[in-house]
């Protein structure tokens, strides 16, 4: 059966490795963790060890960066080489640090329409029916049934780097009250809420016996009656916040130009399907919705004809998590909006 597949371009290919890369993914400003390394690859006699230390020497120096034919264009995005060369060129170089520190990395995802039956159950997917434990109840709050978004086989998303921020095993199962015709999110509201029920994920830690289930029978077309279900492909990146009030505060001297945007490319995932992890990239609001400091954006479903998704005015659906509870594995606290 067919399942949803990452980048066929290996970040991380010698044994070993992908603890040395989430290192230096985890903290993109620090050259010394870059040049470590740069060290353990020279020692395993991986030619992307020299060119990393002669990439971070030449930026150090001020000199333009090597070009680093023949090494994976997948491994520098996400090294963070790309976005130095773009920092390197524009009018911004003596800012790098700064706008290195606020680096994250995020996947940009894309849903393609697939027959229910070709997809594995437990399987990632967006739409369709969910998979969950035998015995298990159709989500339900005080409004109704919840529609199913998305299921994240998370052994798959664990090999990404931004992946490695959810837990190691299972299914991670998204729902949520939605009244298509009037707009409304439960009890009358006008986005998400997770009171009384309406937003909720579901992480299934034990998947060796799942079970596909039938939608309820008032689970209609204005509430998010389950359509034709969609696999999943995912390439990884490092994101950049929007140069927006929310982060000027972290921004500094580099940041009051907006036309620093267009150099940098700040918004890279603004014109993706999906995304998970990164920045919150909106359409109609001022600014980030971001509830506040210790939270962080979780996954970001668009409105999406494939999966007869659509948020307010085709916008996106922002779905966050406190930081500290992703640390823990806690899903029982979020929040959304769309914008």
């Given at each position: 059966m067919a399942r949803s597949r990452k980048t066929t371009d290996p970040m991380a290919p010698?044994?070993?490795?992908?603890?040395?890369?989430?290192?230096?993914?985890q903290d993109p400003q620090d050259d010394h963790v870059k040049l470590v390394y740069a060290d353990w690859l020279e020692e395993k006699g991986d030619p992307r060890g020299a060119f990393l230390r002669q990439f971070v020497h030449a930026v150090q120096m001020g000199k333009?960066?090597?070009?680093?034919?023949?090494?994976?264009?997948?491994w520098q995005e996400m090294v963070g080489l790309s976005l130095l060369r773009r920092i390197c060129a524009s009018q911004f170089a003596e800012y790098r640090t700064t706008i290195m520190e606020l680096a994250r990395p995020a996947l940009a995802m894309t849903a393609k329409g697939c027959p229910e039956?070709?997809?594995?159950?437990?399987?990632?997917?967006?739409?369709?029916?969910?998979?969950?434990?035998?015995?298990?109840?159709?989500?339900?709050?005080?409004?109704?049934?919840?529609?199913?978004?998305?299921q994240l086989d998370l052994v798959e998303f664990h090999t990404t780097l931004a992946g490695r921020a959810l837990p190691p095993k299972g299914l991670l199962?998204?729902?949520?009250?939605?009244?298509?015709?009037?707009?409304?999110?439960?009890?009358?509201?006008?986005e998400p809420t997770v009171d009384k029920g309406g937003l909720r994920i579901i992480h299934t830690e034990d998947?060796?016996?799942?079970?596909?289930?039938?939608?309820?029978?008032?689970?209609?077309e204005d509430l998010g009656q389950p359509k034709k279900p969609c696999q999943v492909k995912f390439v990884e990146l490092l994101d950049l916040p929007e140069p927006d009030d929310t982060w000027s505060d972290r921004y500094g001297a580099a940041f009051p130009q907006l036309e620093?945007?267009?150099?940098?490319?700040?918004?890279?995932?603004?014109?993706?399907?999906?995304?998970?992890?990164g920045y919150?990239?909106?359409t109609v609001l001022v600014?980030?919705?971001?509830?506040?400091?210790?939270?962080?954006?979780?996954?970001?479903f668009s409105s999406d004809d494939n999966l007869n998704w659509g948020w307010g005015d085709g916008h996106h659906l922002f779905w966050y998590i406190k930081t500290d509870d992703l640390k823990k594995g806690r899903f029982d606290n979020t929040q959304a909006i769309d914008g």
């Open positions: 010698l044994p070993g490795e992908t603890g040395m890369l989430s290192a230096v993914v333009k960066p090597p070009a680093g034919r023949g090494i994976s264009a997948g039956s070709r997809i594995a159950t437990g399987a990632t997917k967006f739409g369709g029916l969910p998979d969950l434990p035998p015995g298990s109840v159709w989500p339900r709050c005080e409004q109704g049934p919840l529609e199913f978004l998305a199962s998204f729902f949520m009250y939605h009244n298509y015709p009037e707009d409304e999110y439960g009890n009358g509201r006008e998947t060796s016996r799942l079970t596909r289930l039938a939608a309820p029978d008032d689970l209609d620093m945007e267009d150099e940098l490319d700040f918004g890279r995932l603004r014109g993706a399907n999906h995304q998970l992890f919150a990239h909106v600014q980030d919705p971001i509830p506040g400091p210790d939270w962080q954006l979780l996954i970001r």
